[in-house]
């Protein structure tokens, strides 16, 4: 996980934000990392982050049984057109089985695969190169409406 931390902070413009314990946050987000597009060191008013990395079932959200020790879950928007290259499924299609417990493998988010998100619990050989250009596509495409957004444009 360390590793992937490095890589993400090293993208320009992104802010993280990692609610630590004593911290204003929820204490459920304590030891979790949030991503945005946000060149000013401020989180968007209207933006949610672009991936996640959580350490633990959140109450909706247990099917990766991440409350076992060194169980970690990367989460990525890619979109609907990447879902489906990603998953073989349509992101607001009827989702077929997975075992969500799974390791080192691309799978459908388990609550915001209708927004075009997958997860990756524990990243390894199989999966971290992938992981890291959804990242970089991630963070690109934040960008990409933060820079729309401030100029006002409705193309790009």
């Not at 109450?59 to 060194?70: G, Q, S, V």
Request: proline content about 6%; glycine content about 8%; aromatic content about 10%.
């Amino acid at each position: 996980m360390e590793q992937l931390l490095e890589t993400v902070r090293a993208f320009d413009g992104v802010l993280e934000l990692a609610p630590a314990e004593g911290s204003v946050f929820p204490e459920i987000a304590w030891g979790d990392h949030f991503f945005y597009y946000a060149p000013d060191g401020r989180v968007p008013e209207r933006e949610q982050p672009y991936a996640t990395i959580v350490t633990k079932n959140y109450p909706d959200d247990a099917l990766c049984d991440l409350d076992h020790p060194d169980r970690w879950r990367v989460n990525m928007h890619v979109g609907a057109g990447a879902f489906v290259e990603l998953t073989g499924e349509s992101p607001r299609s009827t989702a077929k089985l997975w075992d969500y417990t799974a390791t080192d493998t691309v799978l459908p988010h388990p609550l915001y695969r209708a927004q075009g998100w997958v997860a990756i619990t524990n990243l390894g050989v199989r999966t971290y190169a992938l992981a890291t250009r959804l990242l970089h596509r991630a963070h690109d495409d934040a960008k990409r409406r933060a820079l729309r957004r401030s100029t006002g444009s409705s193309t790009g």
